[in-house]
């Protein structure tokens, strides 16, 4: 199971990076929006940051010709882009021919089962279903992680389903359990995954029977646990 984060800020990046928790990244328009920064060196910038894991960039044409122009020209901006499609018509259309060209792509706004194997089929590189999303409208988002990874499983795709729209850490755990081969989080999910009051009060109790162990004044001073000093 692999962690991206879904996000543009840069010091949210950094962090994960340093926890050793950051194997791709996801953005959209929405998340780009937020950062207020010129297009060009943000996505730049979070290229080179993620590297040489994948960063997905999202389209914003409406129909195939347009995504396929501004694939093209986003795969050019770093070898790491993958390209994010709507899973519509169009966005299939455009897939058709950027798979041709050796583009990466991340079929994205999956709602459906349908959509994602169509996707899959159709060669795409990663599908994101957004589970988050669908459960805040009621639907049954993990049963879907559930169908597909056992549909993706028998037909052996080779596409990786992304679980994204990630709301908290048990959305996270289930679709875990339900076999997704990525999940995508905003940075809030993955430090609450991380944090726990109990860690740090039992923390506290050690560190504070430590102070009553003889030899702790020296214990930790270079060479002191030597064999022999
Ligand atoms: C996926 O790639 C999307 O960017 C994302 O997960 C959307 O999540 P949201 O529902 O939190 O906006």
Redesign the pocket.
């Known amino acids: 199971m692999k962690i991206f984060l879904?996000t543009a800020n840069i010091d949210e990046i950094k962090t994960a990076k340093k926890w050793g928790l950051l194997s791709g990244l996801?953005?959209?328009p929405?998340?780009i929006a937020k950062t207020n920064i010129d297009f060009k060196s943000i996505a730049t910038e979070l290229c080179e940051l993620v590297s040489p894991f994948p960063v997905?960039l999202e389209v914003v044409a409406r129909d195939a010709e347009g995504m396929i122009a501004q694939a093209r020209v986003l795969s050019k901006l770093s070898h790491n882009v993958v390209v994010?499609l709507p899973t519509n018509p169009e966005g299939l259309a455009a897939l058709n021919v950027l798979k041709e060209e050796g583009i990466e792509t991340?079929l994205?706004l999956i709602f459906s089962t349908s959509q994602a194997v169509l996707a899959a089929s159709a060669g795409a590189t990663y599908v994101?279903p957004?589970i988050?999303?669908l459960e805040d409208r009621g639907y049954d988002g993990l049963g879907m992680t559930r169908d597909l990874m056992t549909i993706f499983e028998k037909y052996k795709f080779t596409t990786e389903i992304?679980a994204?729209?990630?709301?908290d850490p048990h959305q996270a755990i289930d679709v875990c359990k339900a076999g997704a081969h990525i999940i995508?989080m905003?940075f809030a999910v993955l430090e609450k995954m991380l944090l726990n009051t109990m860690t740090d009060t039992d923390l506290d109790r050690f560190l504070n029977d430590w102070e009553k162990v003889p030899g702790k004044d020296v214990a930790f001073i270079e060479g002191s646990l030597d064999a022999g000093v």
């Open positions: 879904d996801t953005t959209n929405s998340i997905s994010k991340n994205t994101s957004f988050g999303r992304i994204a729209s990630i709301r995508t905003p």
